[in-house]
């Protein structure tokens, strides 16, 4: 098929608006899948995604179209719709010169559809308005035409109205794609160049190992080939590469203008870097632009309980993470809670993700501390540095050299009912947030986007800004960098033990043990005897001390509910 005959596109929408339902739809029309197969929702594969319904990591499916007396290559690159996910949503986009941008008729735009539209529109792609649901009797379709006309100020006239659930009018999407979406233009793929692939995304398969989707940018790849990896100067012989149809279909060559797997055949996923880019060996090409990495937004510390094998349970940890390169694993130490590991995610949904599927897999042998953001502090002299850990944060006691604090911010874009507005700006208010813009929308809906801090994000916001509103607001939210912030680190010290007689039911004597600072951490976690063995000798000072005051024993759920803020 000619680079002429090409179409990667993606679709833009808000969680529910039924991305994954029209996809699906898609698929069937071009045979990809069969419908008389439970087929639902081919695209959403990770468990999690099942469960909680929504798309995390981007999957991308090929499909193929007759169209006129000529076959079509189509592309569709899925891509997330939350902004936790942003970079895989712009390396999505990236690989895509069009976007169907799709639309609830009975919800109309949300603030995801406007937050997706703005990032697509400043990528150049070209936009296919799509009303979806108006088969439900609460669609509201002129409602969402004006929307779609004054938000966005495209055509009336281009918006092409379906049914995704019942895949009425759906057959007008791919001559509309294949009519309105430029091909991967001539002038940047070209196949007679050497090769040049950036790395989109990467995932592990247990039976093949690595597994990378690439936009293969220049020339041809094919099995047997030797290629290496820009970045690191690894070499490798392509054991396999195809495309997704849905699943992987190997295919004899690769060329320019495709958006499709490699098997490099190694299992280590630290080898790969998404961005990356990958050229034959002995070719001198420059890489492509490469991408940002991942930056976590959110940590949450897990240390394992008492008596949990902890080299077992990193590798567990790994293995979970395997599939997810922009978690950040780093081993960590706590004063109270010993050896463990600190994650590092891209916002409050990735984590509680993790969060779940960890505490199902580990239950009570793992301790999940709630999340805290990377606070930044400036030192005399220009030294700056990004601490995640309480324990590093400076404690105003001592004479510092600390200028400046400062901590992240989200610029977050809301949007709900416009009788809400008043309780929605109490709310960010509350949360010590800055507004930057207030909108009014057709159809008694409020745009509002204000920045706040990023521990308040993380701290249930999407909660609360849905109780003021009923539940009837939507959120969206792009990192707006560190501001200087006025904060302090609390600590909890020891407590005093106090020491009574009593006789004939009277107290005749009492004696209060005053608080010592440096043992209360060992007694906090004192029911395993070998951690304790091992804080105490460390602790020489405080051992003596605490075989005169006793143990104090907290039940592991206490603590767990402590460090969760419950
Ligand atoms: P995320 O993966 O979370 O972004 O969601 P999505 O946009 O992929 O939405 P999905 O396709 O999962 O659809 C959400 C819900 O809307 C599901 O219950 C679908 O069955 C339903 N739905 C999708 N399209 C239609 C439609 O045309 N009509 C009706 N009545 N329901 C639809």
Redesign the pocket.
Known sequence: IPLKNYRNFIIV????????????RLLEITGVVNPTVDNK?VL?KLDV?RER???VKAQTVSMIYHYRGEDYMLHLVDS???VDFRLEVIRSYASCQGALL?V?ASEGIKAQTVANFYLAYSMNLHLIPVI?????DTADVPRAEDQIEETFELLRDDIVH?????G?NVEYLLPKIIEDVPAPPAEKYNRELPLRAQVVDSWYDPYVGVIMLVNVVDGSLKKGDKVEFCKTSERYEVKEVGVMYPDRRPLPLLVAGQVAYVIPGFKDPNNVFVGDTLRKVGSAVEPLPGFEEPKPMVFVGAFPADGTDFKKMEESLQHLFLNDRSVVFQRTTSNALGQGWKLGFLGSLHASIFKDRLEKEHGKNLIITAPTVPYKVAFKGGREKIISNPDDFPDGTKKSSVVQLSEPYVEALMTFPKEYTGAVMTLCENNRGQQKELQYLSNGQTLMKYDIPTAHLIDDFFGKLKGVTRGYASLDYDDAGYKPSDIYKMELLQFEVVIQARANGRVVARETIKARRKDVLAKLHASDISRRKKLLSKQKEGKKHMKSVGQVHIANDAFQAFLRRE
């Open positions: 929408a808000h969680i529910d608006h039924g991305k994954s339902t029209l996809s699906d929702q959403d995604e319904g929504i798309t997330p719709g939350h799709l609830d979806n649901k108006i088969d439900l379906v049914s995704a659930k019942t009425f």
